[in-house]
């Protein structure tokens, strides 16, 4: 059950409200369309500057890119650039330079996690070695660096700079508390702030940038990005316990220790037998299906996962009232889509 003082924004939730918020937002595809031939210069973008003298960096580039993803964070960069009227070029290398960092993370993340999988296919760290991983990485980041000192705008270089070195500190705070359960929401909201809605905060503050936006809306943008960005974690930690389309495997931020808000909200309202078990389960080397089908039975009944839903919501819901401040617009239309989106966990 949730309570009346978990309910942060005041939102509540009935299948009718939400029918009318999807039929009130902009269709998702047609959002898309409006940033369609940018996302292709965009990969372009990304593939050039994967460009090397050494060819080992180029495969495992392209490997990547071939791998997919949502460019989540181009699409918000290139919507509020839009949003704000710009109408150069610099956008599509920004949205590139966005992803670059992005990359780069996930390679080093794959290599702390010792995963076999990424994105339904096989890592690069297991297909490469984990050492060579690291230093295609530690590339991807000083190749951003390096064509952001090229594009010699101070205000963005200082934009992305501060939110990769809280973003670290946001991945260094996860592994300290591995298989924590003393972990606290505050110190889980905390966590997932920085290691992932820091930079999607940057992105859309840096198509304000672009735009010469005002500071007010600029702190706009920065401030929906950044309740997306915790909107867009909280529904990603919540399908780690369920079974969805998306086709995430289920089970892996347990088994890896990772503490996230299902759990939690599960830990401070179960039985003391029930914590044990829980406990129990985190500090095991294999995980098994038994056990983990168990932990997710005891996450359901204290209603962890509808919990974390309703407060993804919430900061949906927060994320789009910072946009009032813009007239109404397509591009306005379609970052709210994106956010509602984010929510349905379509992307």
Request: hydrophobic share 40%.
């Amino acid at each position: 059950m949730i309570d009346e003082s978990d309910n942060i924004f005041g939102m509540n939730l009935s299948a009718a409200e939400l029918a009318l918020l999807r039929e009130q937002n902009l269709p998702f595809e047609e959002a898309l369309e409006l940033i369609g031939d940018d996302l292709e210069k965009v990969d372009q973008e990304f593939r050039n500057n994967l460009r090397s003298n050494v060819p080992i960096i180029s495969t495992i580039g392209e490997h990547l890119l071939r791998s997919g993803g949502k460019r989540f964070r181009a699409k918000l960069l290139l919507l509020a650039a839009k949003l704000c009227d710009y109408s150069g070029e610099n956008h599509i290398s920004m949205a590139s330079l966005i992803e670059f960092i992005h990359t780069a993370t996930l390679l080093h993340d794959d290599v702390v996690d010792n995963a076999k999988l990424r994105r339904g296919i096989k890592s690069a760290n297991y297909q490469w070695g984990n050492e060579i991983c690291v230093l295609v990485g530690d590339f991807l980041f000083t190749k951003c660096f390096t064509r952001m000192v090229e594009s010699n705008n101070w205000k963005i270089i200082h934009t992305i700079s501060r939110a990769t070195m809280i973003m670290a500190e946001g991945e260094v705070e996860e592994w300290v508390r591995t298989n924590d359960l003393l972990l606290t929401e505050e110190g889980y909201l905390s966590i997932i702030t920085r290691k992932t809605a820091y930079l999607i905060s940057a992105a859309t503050q840096i198509g304000a940038i672009l735009g010469n936006a005002s500071e007010e809306k600029e702190d706009a943008l920065a401030k929906f990005g950044m309740d997306v960005g915790i909107a867009f974690q909280l529904i990603d930690d919540n399908l780690d316990y369920t079974s969805h389309e998306s086709g995430k495997k289920i089970g892996i931020d347990l088994q890896e220790g990772k503490i996230t808000l299902p759990l939690i909200v599960a830990l401070r309202r179960c039985s003391e037998e029930e914590r044990v078990f829980i406990r129990k389960a985190a500090d095991s080397q294999t995980l098994t299906e038994e056990a983990f089908c168990k932990v997710t039975r005891i996450i359901e009944q204290y209603d962890g996962i509808q919990y974390t839903l309703e407060k993804a919501k919430r900061y949906v819901e927060s994320a789009k009232s910072h946009l009032c401040l813009f007239p109404d617009s397509r591009q306005r239309d379609a970052l709210c889509a994106l956010a509602d989106y984010i929510w349905e966990r379509r992307l």
